[in-house]
């Protein structure tokens, strides 16, 4: 934490230098005076103390500004909007408490932790006083269970962007709960969440969180088509998945995304063993599909770009069944798919077959005389 010594050097430095900045006390300089000195901190305006906050640009000062008096606390509690507590290593549950009901104004909290110290009550503090909350990072919070999605749901029902990566002690229940109340989402990282992420789960998240764009369901093992064909129909503005280690999914989920996902830029099937040359045909089909919309209408729309829209992103590591034609058509298809070691976007590290697939701009390389390298780069 940082002392109540150490801030008042770090805001007393501060206001030195915005008074030099902004031309305050320049007369004094220039006949040879010393600058002003602060008689009382309390008494500093509420603008300035606000400026030398944000430059300072350091969230221990603001937690710490906080503690100060109460006028301090209410012009910090109306104008952060942002926090981070992940610099804490010790007693974080006690600090995120104790912060929660000065900070109301609160629209992004992140909450990262390196060892797990986050408990429910901390959760329950945030979404008791913190209504206004947009994005949430909770990932690697070991200790949470079903209360703080139960909590979120109730407390904060403006979220667009939540991350619980790694919270594995969350059931389907709860996460079902939240997408009833929380259907701004927009953006949700689920991996490793394994109880939590079921079927059932996924079809109320297609439901209820139409406006979903970003969503991670990374070894979340218990997935299968239906879950994700629900996704595909209920979420048509997808623009990344990454279902990684989905060991049960089948060509059927990625033919349900290639048809009902028209801006998806970001796919991953890392480990996804059963996926076949039937789902890479049925992505490169799709950009033909799309061409009277969707993502030819993009490119149309922002000048012609190619690369505008369209597959940018995709990963198929160790999906071992894949044959080079239908992956070559992929990468034909989508020209923002690379596999040349300066942009390498086609990531197929552990498939030895499809080290013959390349990007055109590999291609033209080797025709202008280069030499093609291997693509199975692990990455």
Known sequence: MVSARSLDGELDSCF?????????????????????????????????????????????????ASGVCTGWRDALGWGVTNLSLSWCQQNMNNLTISC??????????????????????????????????RELDLS???????????????????????????CSSFSDSALIYLSCHCKNLKCLNLCGCV??????????????????????????????????????SGCPDLRALDLCGCVLITDESVIAL???????????????QNITDRAMYSLANSCVKSKRG?????????????????????NISQCTALTPPAVQAVCDSFPSLHTCPERHSLIISGCLSLTSVHCACGLQRHRAGGTLQPTSHAY
């Open 16 to 64: 030195r230098n915005l008074m030099v900045t902004s031309g305050g006390g320049r007369g004094q300089a220039e006949i040879g005076g010393d600058m002003p000195t602060l008689s009382g901190w309390k008494d500093l305006p509420m603008e300035l103390l606000m400026r030398i906050i944000s430059v300072v640009g350091d969230d221990r000062v603001v937690v710490v």
């Open 195 to 232: 109880k939590a992420v079921t079927d059932g789960s996924l079809q109320a998240i297609a439901c209820n969180c139409a406006h979903l764009q970003s969503l991670n369901l990374g070894w979340c093992d218990n997935v299968t088509d239906e879950g994700v064909t629900s996704l595909a």
């Open 140 to 166: 690697r919070s070991f200790r949470l269970s079903d209360r703080s999605l139960y909590a979120l749901a109730n407390g904060c029902p403006r979220l667009t962007k939540l991350n619980i990566s790694g």
């Open 258 to 272: 290639a048809s009902g996902c028209p801006h998806l830029r970001s796919l991953g099937l890392y480990y996804c």
């Open 100 to 133: 929660a009901h000065k900070f109301t104004k609160l629209q992004v909290l992140t909450i990262r932790q390196i060892k797990p110290q986050l408990e429910d009550s901390a959760v329950e503090a945030v979404a008791n006083y913190c209504y206004d909350l």
């Open 294 to 314: 969707g993502w030819g209408a993009a490119r149309s729309s922002s000048g012609g770009s190619k690369d505008v829209d369209g597959l940018a992103n995709l």
